[in-house]
Nanobody
Framework: QVQLVESGGGLVQAGGSLRLSCAAS????????MGWFRQGPGNEREFVAA????????SYADSVKGRFTISRDKAKNTLYLQMNSLKPEDTAVYYC?????????????????WGQGTQVTVSS
């Protein structure tokens, strides 16, 4: 079992930055590929970014590529999402998730463990 707790969300103006954190506890954090997803009002949950267990591979949605950076600190059992040049369309609840099997994935159903989410609101 893995417990995930996100933090770092908030209200920011367009063009600003935020860094989200996801603290993991339970089973070995370093064994899992991890991902960030988001869900805006009236929308389905969508992929944002993913990182392999070794941090050697990352993947991003086209909508955030070049603006967001995913990283992980195994010593701190923490996953991060650095978000720069934020846009109003980035407004959503952001979730971190842990994937049991190796390999990156953009699919919600491939992730077994989820945090409770943190709200990010970008004003224009």
């Amino acid at each position: 079992q893995v417990q995930l707790v996100e933090s770092g969300g908030g209200l920011v103006q367009a063009g600003g930055s935020l860094r989200l954190s996801c603290a993991a506890s339970g089973r070995t954090f370093s064994s899992y590929a991890m991902g960030w997803f988001r869900q805006g009002p009236g929308n389905e949950r969508e992929f944002v970014a993913a990182i392999s267990w070794s941090s050697s591979s990352t993947s991003y949605a086209d909508s955030v590529k070049g603006r967001f950076t995913i990283s992980r600190d195994k010593a701190k059992n923490t996953l991060y999402l650095q978000m720069n040049s934020l846009k109003p369309e980035d407004t959503a609840v952001y979730y971190c998730a842990a994937k049991i099997l190796a390999g990156l994935s953009q699919y919600v159903n491939d992730y077994r463990y989820w945090g409770q989410g943190t709200q990010v609101t970008v004003s224009s």
